[in-house]
T-cell receptor
Framework: AQKITQTQPGMFVQEKEAVTLDCTYD???????LFWYKQPSSGEMIFLIY??????QNATEGRYSLNFQKARKSANLVISASQLGDSAMYFC????????????FGQGTELSVKP | NAGVTQTPKFQVLKTGQSMTLQCAQD?????MYWYRQDPGMGLRLIYY???????DKGEVPNGYNVSRLNKREFSLRLESAAPSQTSVYFC????????????????FGDGTRLSIL
């Protein structure tokens, strides 16, 4: 069975500082992908970043980077230079390549950026 | 740039009523999904359709049925609504899940907020 664990229900960060949101996963699949989504208070799900299990380099997308440690089964999201608009729920998700495209989501972390 | 469109956005039902949630995507995606989101539990997969003409159960399928009407549309039906089905429902779509599509993210609609009294 696959499982995603996000152990931080809520986080605070000062504007312009960096923040790391934790994600650990469990899977028996050898090939899988890890995704992070942002859900602002308006409710939509916004895709942020992807990391494949065979990717040798950590993924980066603008101010977002993914700290992928395969041996520890962790895929932490790093947001650099936090902005007020980063305040939202953040979800880590995993898709096994042999699981029919299904995403398994973690419980989410609510990030609040302070001015 | 419609992407994934869900209707309705809000709905209140009485216990035992039936209703169909509609979802349509204009990105020519092969795969479509229905999730529910409950407080503190993230999103859980109800049903999915890997391609037109196929549907499969997800993690929480009980009490729901789905229809993949064509490549664009994937509907979710509650035959006899129960208070436990009060939730926010999301439809999503993605490229085919073969080797070319493995890195493709799922694109989500804006959700349907459903309350069952």
């Amino acid at each position: 069975a696959q499982k995603i664990t996000q152990t931080q229900p809520g986080m605070f960060v000062q504007e312009k500082e960096a923040v790391t949101l934790d994600c650990t996963y469990d899977t028996s699949d050898q090939s899988y992908g890890l995704f992070w989504y942002k859900q602002p208070s308006s409710g939509e799900m916004i895709f942020l970043i992807y990391q494949g299990s065979y990717d040798e380099q950590n993924a980066t997308e603008g101010r977002y980077s993914l700290n992928f440690q395969k041996a520890r089964k962790s895929a932490n999201l790093v947001i650099s230079a936090s902005q007020l608009g980063d305040s939202a729920m953040y979800f880590c998700a995993m898709r096994g390549w042999n699981q029919g495209g299904k995403l398994i989501f973690g419980q989410g972390t609510e990030l609040s950026v302070k001015p | 740039n419609a992407g994934v469109t869900q209707t309705p956005k809000f709905q209140v039902l009485k216990t035992g009523q039936s209703m169909t949630l509609q979802c349509a995507q204009d990105m020519n995606h092969n795969s479509m999904y229905w999730y529910r989101q409950d407080p503190g539990m993230g999103l859980r997969l109800i049903y999915y359709s890997a391609s037109e003409g196929t549907t499969d159960k997800g993690e929480v399928p009980n009490g729901y049925n789905v229809s993949r009407l064509n490549k664009r549309e994937f509907s979710l039906r509650l035959e006899s609504a129960a208070p436990s089905q009060t939730s926010v429902y999301f439809c999503a779509s993605s490229e085919a899940v073969g080797s070319a599509g493995r890195h493709q993210p799922q694109h989500f609609g804006d959700g349907t907020r459903l309350s069952i009294l």
